[in-house]
């Protein structure tokens, strides 16, 4: 069965540096997304991603952070200059056309440790 | 922005019972979506609902989309240990393409033996 898949599981990085965190969705998807969850709280929103351009952001996506589709099947969430608060893990899901265009399958994520 | 209430918090049950949790909100959801989470691990996927009074089973998962659009419950019958974890309830609102999804807080499920 198709699944997303992301890389690294998990990236420890020192405050201030840039850090890629990688994703490939589900490869007859069309629309991807980025969200962050920190520890012990609900699952947000930060970005998606379709036609390759941004369709929507929150205000938790910032100037620090960035999205690109490199190639035909990667899609990164690149955040710029880390802070102590973007510690949090950050799930990469994405969504076809089937089933009503409604269901978002997520990847396992990548757990961000910012030091 | 919207904001989903999502109860209860937290559950112990014994194996072999029936478990219900729901989510409301004050405002208006296109779909909801239900997903089950494992430590350190991604949102799973249970249930989807499509349109309002909808009531759909996956297994000895119900859920169903409340009339009013702003409420959905999901009952999970017969509880065995593997059902343990942190369930989530999901809204989509259809303005534009991106149709994000918005997170209750979670419901934690204990099975005790």
């Known amino acids: 069965e198709p699944e997303v898949t992301q890389t690294p599981s998990h990236q420890v990085t020192q405050m201030g540096q840039e850090v890629i965190l990688r994703c490939v969705p589900i490869?007859?998807?069309?629309?991807f997304y980025w969200y962050r969850q920190i520890l012990g709280q609900k699952v947000e929103f930060l970005v998606s991603?379709?036609?390759?351009?941004?369709?929507?952001k929150s205000e938790i996506f910032d100037d620090q952070f960035s999205v690109e589709r490199p190639d035909g099947s990667n899609f990164t969430l690149k955040i710029r200059s880390t802070k102590l608060e973007d510690s949090a893990m950050y799930f990469c899901?994405?969504?076809?056309?089937?089933?009503?265009?409604?269901?978002?399958?997520f990847g396992p994520g990548t757990r961000l440790t910012v030091t | 922005g919207q904001q989903l209430n999502q109860s209860p918090q937290s559950m112990f049950i014994q194996e072999g019972e029936d478990v219900s949790m729901n989510c409301t909100s004050s405002?208006?959801?296109?779909?909801w979506l239900w997903y089950k989470q494992d430590p350190g691990e991604g949102p799973v996927l249970l249930i989807a609902?499509?349109?309002?009074?909808e009531l759909t089973s996956n297994g000895r998962l119900t859920a169903q989309f409340g009339i009013t659009r702003k409420d959905s419950f999901l009952n999970i019958s017969a509880s065995i240990p593997s059902d343990v974890g942190i369930y989530f309830c999901?809204?989509?609102?259809?303005?534009?393409?991106?149709?994000?999804?918005?997170f209750g807080s979670g419901t934690q499920l204990t099975v005790l033996p």
């Open positions: 490869s007859n998807h069309l629309y």
């Open positions: 899901a994405s969504r076809g056309l089937l089933a009503g265009g409604i269901e978002q399958y």
């Open positions: 999901a809204g989509q609102v259809f303005s534009g393409s991106a149709r994000q999804l918005t």
């Open positions: 609902l499509y349109k309002a009074g």
């Open positions: 991603f379709y036609n390759n351009e941004i369709s929507e």
């Open positions: 405002s208006i959801f296109n779909t």
